[in-house]
Protein backbone atom coordinates (compact mmCIF):
# COMPACT_ATOMS: atom_id res chain seq x y z
CA UNK A 1 0.00 0.00 0.00
CA UNK A 2 1.54 3.10 -1.12
CA UNK A 3 0.39 6.64 -1.19
CA UNK A 4 2.89 9.17 -3.06
CA UNK A 5 2.08 13.08 -3.17
CA UNK A 6 3.54 15.50 -5.52
CA UNK A 7 3.17 18.29 -6.98
CA UNK A 8 4.90 20.60 -4.18
CA UNK A 9 7.08 23.71 -4.87
CA UNK A 10 8.16 27.00 -4.36
CA UNK A 11 5.99 29.88 -5.19
CA UNK A 12 5.14 33.37 -4.43
CA UNK A 13 2.58 34.47 -2.19
CA UNK A 14 -0.65 34.54 -4.08
CA UNK A 15 0.16 31.83 -5.90
CA UNK A 16 -1.34 28.72 -6.87
CA UNK A 17 -0.69 25.08 -6.74
CA UNK A 18 -2.51 22.13 -7.10
CA UNK A 19 -0.72 18.87 -4.83
CA UNK A 20 -1.87 15.27 -6.16
CA UNK A 21 -2.04 12.15 -4.27
CA UNK A 22 -1.83 8.92 -5.84
CA UNK A 23 -2.72 5.53 -4.26
CA UNK A 24 -1.27 2.17 -5.35
CA UNK A 25 -1.62 -0.99 -3.59
CA UNK A 26 -5.29 -1.57 -2.83
CA UNK A 27 -8.36 0.41 -3.59
CA UNK A 28 -9.48 3.20 -1.59
CA UNK A 29 -12.50 4.30 -3.48
CA UNK A 30 -14.14 3.20 -0.12
CA UNK A 31 -11.96 5.50 2.27
CA UNK A 32 -12.25 9.14 3.02
CA UNK A 33 -8.90 10.77 2.06
CA UNK A 34 -7.12 14.11 3.92
CA UNK A 35 -4.58 16.30 3.68
CA UNK A 36 -2.42 17.42 6.57
CA UNK A 37 -0.05 19.78 6.96
CA UNK A 38 3.56 20.11 8.77
CA UNK A 39 5.38 23.60 9.44
CA UNK A 40 9.06 23.57 10.71
CA UNK A 41 8.94 23.60 14.37
CA UNK A 42 5.27 22.55 14.97
CA UNK A 43 2.79 19.72 14.98
CA UNK A 44 0.96 17.94 11.93
CA UNK A 45 -2.18 19.49 11.83
CA UNK A 46 -5.38 19.02 9.22
CA UNK A 47 -6.17 20.73 5.94
CA UNK A 48 -8.68 19.17 4.60
CA UNK A 49 -10.74 15.94 4.22
CA UNK A 50 -13.33 13.92 1.97
CA UNK A 51 -15.47 11.38 2.08
CA UNK A 52 -15.32 7.99 0.28
CA UNK A 53 -18.16 9.26 -2.43
CA UNK A 54 -16.34 13.17 -2.42
CA UNK A 55 -20.17 14.11 -1.13
CA UNK A 56 -18.77 15.86 1.62
CA UNK A 57 -15.46 17.70 2.66
CA UNK A 58 -14.06 19.72 5.60
CA UNK A 59 -11.75 22.30 5.92
CA UNK A 60 -8.99 23.83 8.72
CA UNK A 61 -10.12 27.43 9.35
CA UNK A 62 -7.11 28.54 7.73
CA UNK A 63 -7.91 27.51 4.65
CA UNK A 64 -11.44 27.60 4.09
CA UNK A 65 -12.41 29.54 0.77
CA UNK A 66 -8.82 28.89 -0.78
CA UNK A 67 -8.25 25.26 -0.56
CA UNK A 68 -10.34 22.88 -2.34
CA UNK A 69 -10.02 18.65 -1.92
CA UNK A 70 -11.13 16.66 -4.36
CA UNK A 71 -10.80 13.06 -5.76
CA UNK A 72 -10.89 10.77 -8.59
CA UNK A 73 -11.75 7.31 -7.28
CA UNK A 74 -11.23 5.69 -10.79
CA UNK A 75 -8.22 7.14 -10.66
CA UNK A 76 -7.45 6.39 -6.82
CA UNK A 77 -6.32 9.70 -6.71
CA UNK A 78 -6.86 12.77 -4.27
CA UNK A 79 -5.96 16.82 -4.93
CA UNK A 80 -5.32 19.58 -2.70
CA UNK A 81 -6.17 23.08 -5.31
CA UNK A 82 -4.50 25.49 -2.69
CA UNK A 83 -5.26 29.34 -4.53
CA UNK A 84 -3.69 32.65 -2.80
CA UNK A 85 -1.03 31.08 -1.44
CA UNK A 86 0.26 32.13 1.95
CA UNK A 87 3.59 32.33 3.29
CA UNK A 88 1.61 30.75 6.62
CA UNK A 89 0.65 27.70 4.81
CA UNK A 90 4.80 26.76 4.01
CA UNK A 91 4.69 23.25 5.58
CA UNK A 92 5.40 19.86 4.05
CA UNK A 93 1.65 18.29 3.36
CA UNK A 94 0.87 15.08 3.98
CA UNK A 95 -2.15 13.01 1.56
CA UNK A 96 -3.55 10.12 3.93
CA UNK A 97 -6.72 7.07 3.46
CA UNK A 98 -8.58 6.18 6.96
CA UNK A 99 -10.84 3.08 6.21
CA UNK A 100 -13.84 4.92 7.09
CA UNK A 101 -16.27 6.40 4.58
CA UNK A 102 -16.99 9.36 6.56
CA UNK A 103 -15.25 12.37 7.43
CA UNK A 104 -11.88 11.49 9.06
CA UNK A 105 -10.40 14.88 10.64
CA UNK A 106 -8.38 13.08 12.80
CA UNK A 107 -4.88 12.03 12.63
CA UNK A 108 -4.73 9.16 14.77
CA UNK A 109 -7.62 7.58 12.54
CA UNK A 110 -5.71 7.26 9.35
CA UNK A 111 -4.31 4.57 8.22
CA UNK A 112 -2.37 5.07 5.31
CA UNK A 113 0.25 7.87 5.07
CA UNK A 114 2.18 9.51 2.27
CA UNK A 115 5.51 10.84 1.95
CA UNK A 116 4.82 14.48 1.53
CA UNK A 117 5.57 16.78 -0.60
CA UNK A 118 6.96 20.25 0.54
CA UNK A 119 5.40 23.64 -0.26
CA UNK A 120 7.11 26.85 0.14
CA UNK A 121 5.29 30.10 -0.23
CA UNK A 122 7.91 33.61 -0.23
CA UNK A 123 6.21 36.59 0.47
Known amino acids: VQLQAFGGGLVQAGDSLRLSCAAS????????MGWFRQAPGKEREFVAAITWSGGSTSYADPVKGRFTISRDSSKNTVYLQMNSLKPEDTAVYYC?????????????????WGQGTEVTVSS
Open 25 to 32: GRTFSTDS
Open 96 to 112: AAARYRSLVVVSTYYNY
